[in-house]
């Protein structure tokens, strides 16, 4: 079993760095609120004081945070970043959901350093970090994940390769751009069936059996009739992978990307109403709630 350092201890993370002990790993990890630890503690883990110590013995190690501004801050702080610390043998993992732009110039970072860097990013939400059944969006060499792909079967159920380093956050920023953009149309259409007096429920459940539906659109709609807007993946984590996305267009985005963009109107619309920490499938309150 190999020695493991997880950074960033949220709601993905944890679970992950869970996995990786339930399958045998040694493991260290580092969080901001060091509360988090607790029961990673509890089970096996080390806690360690910052980034750089958390690698020091480290085979691989795993990042999962929030955005391009914490990953920079974990790997390239001047006195507690990580990828000084490595040894030269060691891999560097950015799982986070991140810009290719920030991905490309953390690969060269390690590079000038030694270190062999792969980008990991995961489609999947709590529930799958729980079970084990992440789906791995790979940037990096072929060689490379071959001697990665055992430690992230730990956490997953199917690693893809997606292309050279930057192709993993391409194509998670393009799932999570689909799912918004079927989040939105579902509430909004839910917020339309409600509007005219429909039977709201057998007509969900009609267009769910069309062609024209999706699993997670099917899935979506039945948390937004519930109304369960546990924060699986939170509205406000949305905008920012869809302005990242919309970012990755470039020039010209609202033009390259106008429905992606009309999709982070809602959400933003959302955020503006107090809807921040909800589900993604909270978004139908605009539509259903009273103003």
Do not use: C
Not at 43 to 56: C, D, I, K, Y
Not at 225 to 243: H, I, N, R, S, W
């Amino acid at each position: 079993m190999a020695e493991v350092a997880v950074l960033g201890l949220g709601a993905m993370g944890s679970r992950m760095a869970a996995n990786l002990l339930k399958a045998g790993h040694r493991l260290t990890v580092w969080n901001r609120s060091k509360g988090a630890a607790d029961q990673l503690i509890a089970a096996g883990a080390h806690l360690a004081g910052s980034p750089r110590e958390a690698v020091a013995e480290a085979d691989f190690v795993i990042a999962m945070v929030r955005d391009d501004i914490a990953s920079r801050k974990i790997w390239l702080d001047e006195d507690t970043g990580a990828l000084a610390g490595l040894k030269t043998d060691a891999v560097a993992i950015e799982s986070s959901t991140l810009t290719p732009v920030w991905i490309r110039e953390l690969a060269k970072a390690a590079s000038a350093r030694g270190v062999a860097f792969l980008e990991a990013p995961v489609a999947g939400g709590r529930p799958q970090a729980e079970a084990a059944q992440l789906i791995y969006l790979v940037g990096g060499e072929k060689e490379l994940l071959a001697r990665t792909e055992p430690l992230l079967k730990a956490m997953g159920t199917a690693v893809h390769h997606a292309g050279p380093v930057g192709a993993g956050a391409m194509v998670k920023l393009s799932v999570n751009s689909l799912l918004a953009i079927q989040a939105g149309a579902m509430a909004e259409l839910i917020g339309l069936l409600q509007r005219l007096g429909a039977n709201v429920d057998r007509a969900v459940e009609i267009i769910g059996a069309t062609p024209a539906s999706s699993p997670a659109a099917k899935t979506m709609a039945a948390s937004m009739l519930a109304g369960t807007f546990e924060p699986l993946f939170p509205v406000e984590l949305v905008d920012k992978d869809l302005g990242y996305a919309i970012t990755m267009a470039g020039a010209g985005s609202s033009k390259h990307m106008p429905v992606a963009t009309a999709a982070r109107e809602v959400f933003r619309h959302g955020i503006d109403r107090g809807m921040g920490d909800d589900n993604i499938t909270g978004i139908v309150r605009l539509y259903t709630e009273p103003r």
